[in-house]
């Protein structure tokens, strides 16, 4: 009875001001889309990097007479021995010339041209090294660049850090523009929100002169804000769940070895924009009411 | 029923200037009384009825309504309050969308009462104000007097120990304002208390009950069996 009577006015205010709700779902569609897509993003980077430093933390290049004496097949066994018994390293790879340049023709096949000018002797061999700690590279290099044999100690963390670089600017210009939105969503929602309760001000009048309840005369209003709110959300949810896999999946094609998110990360990230959205609005309902209804 | 020990009520006008509404006010109306409170535009009455209700809050002095001290009522017990008071406006206040059922019915509906309790109640009222053959009907569809019953009923369905009424005749014509003073009256005699302000000479002086007279915020008469006005 009592929630009938809420829900009943609530979608009565919804109706009655269509062009406002559609307004107001729109922005928080627009706002939530970009915080559900900077989530994601965050996903895809962590789940990328999770991959790539797990594999390798440190390649050792080896010396094959053009940068330095050719590293001998007696040095080359002391190093990987020496690695192998050291007590930060995790496992160790041996990558040979061939292997080396089957994994760059392979990277780069769609660049015909840059794989032509590379002939298979022109890549390094080296040892490919995952650590117990990855942040332990320091060790590794003070203790190994020395050696004979050694041509150079390489943090691939390093490279992998100026691409987080990147896609953490992109992530938190796409979180700022989500902020503002959400802000203005709210301030849409606080505004509508006023008009209802001002359309309906002889009803709130009555109510209150009759004893109601001040929850029982807001309820309705809130959850008209709430309404929209989830509303937005929802399609917000949708729009990520129809586009964010057929996106990562066009670009798993292309860049093979990297892992990609899919549906059930877009599908996790939901009840956070739900929350986002209901959220958002119940305040700025509740706001909005404050003063306009107070007993 | 009713307790007011030195009231003080003014309004801000501006930086320096202020109204007082209400000069240390002291009324007592024990429970089944009926009271008029006359005065001129202006001498307090509504500020009065303001009080009552909790709308306004007094600068000084006690108010006592249904044995609840307002003073130091909370905010959330205000609605608990103003279920003991059924309140009837001048201007009738019916919401248009509703029929005279549901404006009555709604009065009930939003202080949580359950359907059963709504169908049981709300026929006894209408019969109580004459208006059962009317019940489907919307407020433009009733003359004034009619849709002053309406708001009698309204105020009176979740059984008020006190009735306040502002001015219930200001808008009805003479032969109508006597039935809805039939109807008040046979409400107070169910043992509600009646408190009602108005400016109908008439009424007053042919019901011959207590008058209480507001000027410029005070208190300048409180007579049982009173008359309108020492001249007629």
Redesign the interface.
């Known amino acids: ?2 929630w009938l ?1 809420i829900l009943h006015e609530a979608f009565i205010g919804l109706r009655r001001n269509l062009m406002m709700t559609f307004a107001v779902i729109l922005s928080v569609t627009v706002s939530l889309t970009l915080l559900g897509a900077s989530l994601l993003l965050n996903e895809q980077v962590e789940l990328a990097t999770d991959d790539w430093v797990g594999r390798v933390e440190v390649s050792i290049f080896l010396c094959d007479d053009r940068t330095c004496p050719a590293v001998t097949p007696e040095q080359q066994e002391e190093l990987r021995e020496d690695l192998q018994d050291h007590e930060v390293v995790d496992e160790v790879f041996y990558e040979s010339k061939q292997e080396a340049y089957d994994r760059f023709t392979e990277l780069f096949a769609d660049q015909p041209s840059l794989v032509e000018s590379i002939d298979p002797d022109t890549l390094p061999a080296s040892f490919r090294v995952s650590l117990v700690n990855p942040n332990l590279f320091n060790v590794i290099r003070d203790q190994f660049a020395a050696y004979p044999g050694v041509d150079e100690v390489v943090d691939q963390r390093e490279v992998l850090n100026q691409f987080l670089r990147f896609t953490n600017v992109v992530r938190n210009a796409a979180l700022t523009v989500a902020a503002i939105q959400l802000i203005a969503a709210g301030v849409l929602i606080a505004n509508t929100i006023r008009v209802a309760a001002f359309a309906r001000r ?2 709130t ?10 929850w ?2 807001r309820l309705p209003f809130v959850l008209e804000g709430v309404i929209a709110g989830v509303i937005g959300a929802l399609v917000s949810w949708g729009l990520l769940y129809g586009t964010v896999p057929r996106v990562a999946d066009s670009l798993a094609q292309d860049i093979e070895l990297m892992p990609f998110i899919g549906a059930s990360q877009v599908v996790s990230v939901g009840p956070w924009l739900l929350l986002a959205g209901g959220g958002i609005a119940a305040i700025s309902s509740i706001l909005a009411l404050r003063r306009f209804l107070d ?1 | 029923m009713i307790k007011l020990e030195n009231v003080t009520k003014t309004y801000k006008r501006g930086a320096n200037d202020q109204v007082i509404a209400l000069n240390d006010v002291s009324i007592e109306v024990i429970k089944g009384e009926f009271v008029f409170v006359v005065g001129p535009s202006g001498s307090g009455k509504s500020t009065f009825m303001k009080i009552l ?3 306004q809050m007094a600068d000084e002095g006690d108010v006592w309504v249904a044995g609840k001290n307002l003073a130091s009522m909370r ?2 017990k ?8 059924g ?1 009837v406006f001048q201007d009738f ?1 019916l ?1 248009s969308n509703k029929t005279v059922y549901e404006n009555v019915a ?2 009930l ?4 009462s ?2 059963r309790q709504i169908d049981k109640r709300v026929p006894e009222v209408l019969e109580l104000v004459g208006l059962t053959e009317k019940q489907g009907a919307y407020p433009h569809e009733l003359s004034g007097g009619q849709q002053q019953r309406v708001s009698v009923a ?2 009176f369905v ?1 059984n008020p120990r006190i009735l306040l009424c502002d001015e219930p005749t200001g808008n009805l014509d003479p032969s109508t304002s006597v039935g809805i003073m039939k109807l008040l009256d046979r409400i107070n005699r169910t043992g509600a208390t009646v408190v009602m302000a108005t400016h109908d000479q008439h009424i007053v002086d042919s019901m011959r009950r207590r008058v209480i007279e507001l000027d410029d915020g005070y208190v300048v008469r409180d007579q049982t069996r009173g008359v309108y006005g020492y001249g007629g």
């Open positions: 009875m009592r009577y002889e009803q009048s009555v109510m209150r002169l009759v004893g109601a309840s001040n029982y005369i007993v | 209700t909790r709308e905010r959330w205000v609605p608990v309050l103003r279920r003991e008071i309140y206040k919401l709604f009065a509906e939003v202080i949580g359950n359907r309204r105020a979740n």
